[in-house]
């Protein structure tokens, strides 16, 4: 699942929360797009590897629960909330069954798990997400959406810090191609110079407006900052393409060397 935005919506949201295809594609808010009312339908092998390629998926995600798992301790000595409920959810005899089973599945590819081994890992996930289902989802949920902006905004935030440190170094990195005439010209005559960066960013922001007003079309929010339209739209509404292959990630492959 690629649920997490680069920025956030209108409603401030930083989870993307577009569901359906083509016309009939639409937002809901965030704290229904994390309901199953919701997910059972948006949910389909064109955004899930789960639904796709159950032995990739089900063996990514059990890694993400069983890494997470780790985090969620953190919150062991926190007075409350969704981070400490989740990790007294999962101290329960069936939520320690439930993370054993996703240690146990995460690695199945590199190890000759036999299919009863495999098949008693399951049912300790099952019996897990039947009995304490509600609750579970609930607390992801409600992390999802708090962590999802948490995350951004760190990274948003490292980022701005890197590229005000040094004007010079983040000047040298704009690609001229992408404005009209010298419309850069201002900034790199002192790429040092704020003053300068002001220069270039207003005439640029003004281009860009100018941009969505002749489109036509309203202008959001995000139009504010952002002259693409929305990526989790725009994904919506184009045709599935098929997808290669993914290779699993490094930590993974480094866990699964060590099990």
């Not at 690629?2 to 577009?18: A, I, K």
């Not at 997470?68 to 953190?74: P, S």
């Not at 935030?157 to 005439?181: I, Q």
């Not at 036509?216 to 995000?222: C, D, K, L, N």
Request: neutral net charge; glycine residues 6%; charged residues 25%.
């Amino acid at each position: 699942m690629h649920s997490v935005r680069p920025y956030p919506d209108e409603t401030g949201s930083f989870l993307n929360t577009w569901v359906g295809s083509g016309k009939g594609s639409a937002s809901v808010a965030a704290d229904k797009f994390v309901t199953k009312d919701v997910l059972k339908t948006h949910l389909t092998q064109n955004n899930t590897e789960l639904r796709r390629r159950p032995e990739y998926g089900l063996t990514e995600s059990c890694f993400a629960i069983w890494w997470g798992t780790e985090e969620v301790a953190k919150y062991e000595n926190e007075s409350g909330g969704p981070g400490k409920e989740m990790h007294e959810l999962l101290q329960t005899a069936k939520g320690a069954e439930f993370v054993e089973a996703c240690k146990l599945l995460c690695g199945s590819d590199k190890q000759d798990l036999s299919s009863p081994e495999i098949q008693g890992a399951l049912l300790q996930m099952q019996n897990f997400l039947r009995t304490h289902g509600e609750a579970f989802d609930k607390l992801c949920g409600s992390l999802a959406r708090h962590h999802a902006a948490m995350s951004v905004f760190a990274l948003n935030g490292l980022d701005l810090s890197v590229a005000f440190a040094n004007l010079k170094r983040w000047a040298s990195h704009v690609p001229a191609e992408g404005y009209t005439g010298d419309a850069l010209a201002p900034w790199l005559s002192a790429p040092d110079s704020v003053p300068t960066f002001a220069a270039f960013f207003s005439e640029a922001l003004a281009a860009k407006r100018a941009k969505l007003t002749s489109s036509g079309e309203p202008i959001r929010q995000v139009d504010k900052f952002s002259d693409e339209e929305s990526r989790d739209a725009k994904k919506a509404k184009e045709p599935k393409k098929k997808r290669k292959d993914k290779m699993f990630t490094a930590n993974y492959k480094k866990f699964v060397q060590q099990i």
